[in-house]
T-cell receptor
Framework: EDQVTQSPEALRLQEGESSSLNCSYTVSGLRGLFWYRQDPGKGPEFLFTLYSAGEEKEKERLKATLTKKESFLHITAPKPEDSATYLCAVQASGNTGKLIFGQGTTLQVKP | EPEVTQTPSHQVTQMGQEVILRCVPI?????FYWYRQILGQKVEFLVS????????KSEIFDDQFSVERPDGSNFTLKIRSTKLEDSAMYFC???????????FGDGTRLSIL
């Protein structure tokens, strides 16, 4: 069964304190791994797509990496505005684009 | 920047009543989806829709649920006879061709009394 697990569930950082979020997955043929940001009361906002092991994507203070079993979202020198829930989702090959989500990591960055 | 819009933002309905949730996907997108998120739980896939028909549906998407693209711009989710356990946030998403990512609306919070 396709499955996504994210850790930790919650993370508190001081402003400027770098860290990483983990997304472990099991899927029958990975078509893509997606990172989304979700603010309270809002829908998921697209951040990155990763397609194959070894791939990396960067955007401002965020960097996503992918191996055959997991993905990391590295946050460098975070700011309070980076506080949000970060969702990881996978799309298996051969299906219709259905995304399977992890439960998310809620990040709080304190000034 | 184009976005997915959903209405209403909050819907309160009595148990057993029918409810229609509405979505306007991004205009040049071809694939459409509904997901739901029960409070404190994961975002769950409900259904995907392409070329005017359902392409995949989850176990949650039983006979009480239906989807429609009535006029080429709107995409609706209908729940025929709502139950208490249907209370959740419902998200619409759309994507373009190939491996483009799905873009989500801000959701409709459905509360069943």
């Amino acid at each position: 069964e396709d499955q996504v697990t994210q850790s930790p569930e919650a993370l508190r950082l001081q402003e400027g304190e770098s860290s990483s979020l983990n997304c472990s997955y099991t899927v029958s043929g990975l078509r893509g791994l997606f990172w989304y940001r979700q603010d309270p009361g809002k829908g998921p906002e697209f951040l990155f797509t990763l397609y194959s092991a070894g791939e990396e994507k960067e955007k401002e203070r965020l960097k996503a990496t992918l191996t055959k079993k997991e993905s990391f979202l590295h946050i460098t020198a975070p700011k309070p505005e980076d506080s949000a829930t970060y969702l990881c989702a996978v799309q298996a090959s051969g299906n219709t684009g259905k995304l399977i989500f992890g439960q998310g990591t809620t990040l709080q960055v304190k000034p | 920047e184009p976005e997915v819009t959903q209405t209403p933002s909050h819907q309160v309905t009595q148990m057993g009543q029918e409810v229609i949730l509405r979505c306007v996907p991004i205009s040049n997108h071809l694939y459409f989806y509904w997901y739901r998120q029960i409070l404190g739980q994961k975002v769950e896939f409900l259904v995907s829709f392409y070329n005017n028909e359902i392409s995949e549906k989850s176990e949650i998407f039983d006979d009480q649920f239906s989807v429609e693209r009535p006029d080429g711009s709107n995409f609706t989710l209908k729940i025929r006879s709502t139950k208490l356990e249907d209370s959740a946030m419902y998200f619409c998403a759309s994507r373009g061709i190939g491996s483009q990512p799905q873009h989500f609306g801000d959701g409709t919070r459905l509360s069943i009394l």
